[in-house]
């Protein structure tokens, strides 16, 4: 158990539906983070929040709509996705971004198949 | 930006010490960190350096040489279970590197 929790576990998804990945981080971290992981990309940045507000945007298509209403909480917002889309999403946080020496903890993330 | 090279595979026997390597280009040297990474799981902190030279961790080791724009994970004393893939990270903004998947043969 990282403190890290996502849901839902596994995500089957049509290319016209709309649906949201939920992220939790239960260590009081200030950053959080939302990779995409296939196997063509490992572990891809796509998006970053310190104290709520968004710091990067890796050129993320906007299908790709995150939210962050608090430091704890972390949303990623799909819809019309391809099925390129398909992929493992996690989501990490960190206790003070920009630091040396800081650690990411990851959620055990979502895997995300879209038909 | 960042940018980062790793090994793909790296294969060793139980018992055997693996050396896997990092290069990496970044505008801004915020440290280089390990990551690994079992299957169907999320990846875990191994080591971080932020000056040159050496750090342990138990069997776990890496290394740093800013200059070079280089580090390495030394796995020693290598275990079934450590059989997973590896990633190295640099940058405030944590970006990784592709990779290596280490495979310990009984």
């Known amino acids: 158990e990282t403190g890290v929790t996502q849901t839902p576990r596994h995500l089957v998804m049509g290319m016209t539906n709309k649906k949201s990945l939920k992220c939790e981080q239960h260590?009081?971290?200030?950053?959080m983070y939302w990779y995409k992981q296939s196997a063509k990309k490992p572990l891809e940045l796509m998006f970053v929040?310190?104290?709520?507000?968004?710091?990067e945007n890796n050129s993320v298509p906007s299908r790709f709509s995150p939210e962050c209403p608090n430091s704890s909480h972390l949303f990623l917002h799909l819809h019309t996705l391809q099925p390129e889309d398909s992929a493992l999403y996690l989501c990490a946080s960190s206790r003070d971004p920009g630091q040396l020496s800081e650690k990411l903890f990851f959620g055990s993330g979502t895997q995300l198949s879209v038909l | 930006g960042q940018s980062l090279e790793q090994p793909s595979e790296v294969t060793a026997v139980e018992g055997a010490i693996v050396q896997i390597n990092c290069t990496y280009q970044?505008?801004?040297?915020?440290?280089l960190s390990w990551y690994q990474q079992h299957d169907g799981g999320a990846p875990t902190f191994l080591s971080y350096?932020?000056?040159?030279g050496l750090e342990e961790t138990g069997r776990f080791s890496s290394f740093l040489s800013r200059s070079d724009s280089y580090g390495y994970l030394l796995l020693q004393e290598l275990q079934m279970k450590d059989s997973a893939s590896y990633f190295c990270?640099?940058?405030?903004?944590?970006?990784f590197g592709p990779g290596t998947r280490l495979s310990v043969l009984p």
């Open positions: 990270a640099v940058g405030q903004n944590f970006v």
């Open positions: 260590l009081g971290h200030n950053a």
């Open positions: 970044t505008s801004g040297f915020y440290g």
């Open positions: 350096n932020a000056l040159d």
């Open positions: 929040y310190n104290f709520k507000e968004q710091t």
